[in-house]
């Protein structure tokens, strides 16, 4: 086999930990210098492959490349960019692999959910029918956690990480001042319509006394009446009442809560998501004072407090799907085969991407109380691995040293303009 | 001298710290069983004294005293409770001094802001007036840092490293997918009147082109039309734009910018404080795509990326005011004096309680750059030594290990209930 390069790209929402896998790729690769003689990193994702403007990762040092393992964010740019169905989009498949032609690019790594294994899962189809067949390798990585297969999605570990501990944190605070002052609390997560960020608050506590006293997932159609019930009952009870809501929690009939607010003055939907319209739902029903919390973006790059069994897990992935390529195969992507809860053990195994692309993983049933409200036991005994073990960055002066990439561009080779 | 017991209450909204300083005071009068039999902690605060609900710390171990150093919100409960003017509230003042003499407490120390600085200095004198003299020590507590004469407030440097901390990661992400998806972020932050805690978000950068691009101080009167200007040359240069924002920024009017948000069909006010506010008015005038968090509780709760620096100081000023007390003061607080910026030195100083209270400290202007929008080298010096160093919380199973007291109550010895 003679020497070929790679190509590597970021795709959708970000993690805290993705740029662990661009680290588990690329120093797989410069492992495999007879093989693999350079990765190309698109510059925003996909789209820099398209426009071919790609990075060379050759002009990074060792340093910043290990560096890249506690950086969050993606260093190289991400994009939410979806290459549509073959017959309508064509055009962009045969300019991808017009590009990967031009730059002798055997290996196409492409970082990220459900939709960029359906894209991966394509470019690996089309690469065969123009005769210029590309090994096309998934590499995992969502914190909503919905990929099938997969025991769990590196970025999700750590932001279930982030949700327990600050639950558990402002738990305290809610409930040092709840005598005379806040009694709700509301953290609103990310998780779209999967509930398992929600989830991982639950472990901030273990008896029914403890936060989050509510947990609204976006698999339990909201009831309104049993909420407000049941926030009464805590405050009565505990004195205070700590709620984890999903972005994506909704009503029976499918309508967000987060959409079915109120207008302002000029007709314009509420803006802030769910936390605010629960917040108002508690003060209209009950008068409790209350706080909210969006977490947002803070959530998914907080590597600060990243999961280590995250970390790791992200840069294990990222380097089986090179030893993969390596191996020969495609359209496959590495997933994470959970060998045992306790002790925790866990191996990388494979799937074929046609079996991960645009499929979704909800939080099962049999991982949400009868009640709807919280965590049971088998849920616990997923998620409590997954935030397992500290993985510091290095601080300077107080601050976490995140590394910033040369991000040297390619020289082109084509010579044509392509529109994205 | 002959022993007698301390009284220690917390009050005010709470610091991932204070516990610190509780943990001061108690280790500290420890030390000093010949003098302080044992220190009696509130029930919530001056609430647990006025109702005579207090904690016996001397039936918790050693063990659960230092972990409080660890341990964020107020362990022995909080409370947002003021005690008016002497001559409108003489009844709560005397019933203190009732429960003091009935316990035999000679010390009152008093952790929290402003107001409690000056409850504290009213003990002071009317316990004199009553013939039962007790030494009334301020604590400083304050995550707004708004304190006057102290160099900083325990509390502060932990919210202050979390937003800088937080500001600097979120940057990272939004960066990432500036591209395709989102433009404009916005990290609400709290500290009321005061911009400390907003200035300390403009840590996360150096340059100009680093996050955060945009910080609204309440200091700064809010213009619009030139913030909207800045926020576009932003996303035109660098492709994003990081905004932090303050609770407390306002209009020259005086108006929360939270308070002149649109109204809902039913005429509430807007909820959601500040950011969503900020990111209406980005949308409507230049229709980027933004996020928004809000951080609420998170930031001042967030002990497992505290400030070691902070935490020392905290601990220091509980230590203090108890060797303050022994030595025959009263009506004093002991201050954070700063002796040098580089390398960052400072001591424990006292000043009295009359040049405390009711006295906020704003954010010089002299700290805020020319246009407004950043924070000066001043500044820089200023902030940059107070979010040094990690102090991090003990783990266990992914989770930070936080202390529940027992909590037991002293025995009461006043036949009558008081109503508060």
């Given at each position: 086999m003679s020497k070929k390069n790679a190509f590597y790209a970021q795709s959708g929402g970000v993690t805290a930990v993705i740029n662990a896998s661009a680290c588990g790729v690329i120093e797989t690769a410069r492992k495999h210098r007879n093989k693999i003689s350079n990765v190309y990193a698109g510059r925003h994702g996909i789209i820099g492959a398209l426009t071919e403007d790609m990075i060379d990762t050759n002009r990074e040092t060792a340093a910043t490349i290990a560096a890249l393992r506690h950086t969050p964010g993606g260093a190289f740019g991400s994009a939410r960019y979806k290459l549509k169905g073959l017959e309508e989009n064509r055009a962009q498949y045969e300019r991808l692999i017009d590009v990967f032609r031009a730059h002798d690019i055997a290996y196409f790594f492409y970082n990220g959910g459900n939709d960029s294994m359906d894209t991966a899962h394509k470019v690996s189809q089309i690469s065969k029918r123009m005769g210029y067949p590309v090994s096309c390798l998934g590499i995992p990585k969502t914190v909503d956690n919905d990929l099938p297969i997969t025991d769990t999605c590196p970025g999700f570990g750590s932001v279930a990480k982030y949700v327990a501990v600050s639950t558990r944190e402002a738990a305290l605070d809610v409930l040092s001042m709840a005598k005379t002052s806040t009694k709700v609390f509301i953290l609103e997560v990310m998780g779209r319509h999967a509930g398992w960020i929600a989830a991982a608050g639950g472990l901030a506590g273990s008896k029914p006394a403890d936060a989050p006293h509510i947990i609204l997932f976006p698999e339990i159609p909201f009831n309104k009446t049993a909420f407000l019930k049941r926030v009464k009952a805590c405050v009565e009870k505990y004195d205070y009442c700590v709620i984890v809501v999903s972005e994506g929690a909704s009503y029976k009939d499918g309508k967000f809560l987060a959409e079915a607010g109120t207008r302002d003055a000029f007709g314009?939907?509420?803006?802030?998501?769910?936390a605010p319209v629960v917040a108002n739902m508690v003060r209209e029903a009950l008068g409790y004072k209350y706080h909210y919390a969006v977490a947002d973006y803070l959530q998914r790059s907080a590597r600060h407090i990243a999961s280590a069994v995250d970390v790791k897990q992200a840069y294990a992935v990222g380097k089986a799907a090179v030893e993969f390529a390596l191996a020969g195969k495609t359209a496959v992507m590495p997933v994470i085969k959970r060998v045992s809860d306790k002790p925790y053990r866990w191996k990388i195994a494979e799937a074929p991407l046609s079996r991960i692309a645009n499929k979704e993983k909800m939080v099962p049933r049999r991982y949400i109380s009868k009640d709807g409200f919280g965590i049971t036991e088998a849920a616990r005994r997923y998620l409590a691995p997954l935030i397992k073990g500290e993985d510091y960055p290095p601080f300077i002066n107080g601050l976490p040293k995140y590394v910033t990439l040369k991000g040297l561009p390619v020289k082109k080779r084509l010579n044509d303009k392509f529109v994205v």
């Open positions: 314009h939907a509420q803006l802030g998501g769910v």
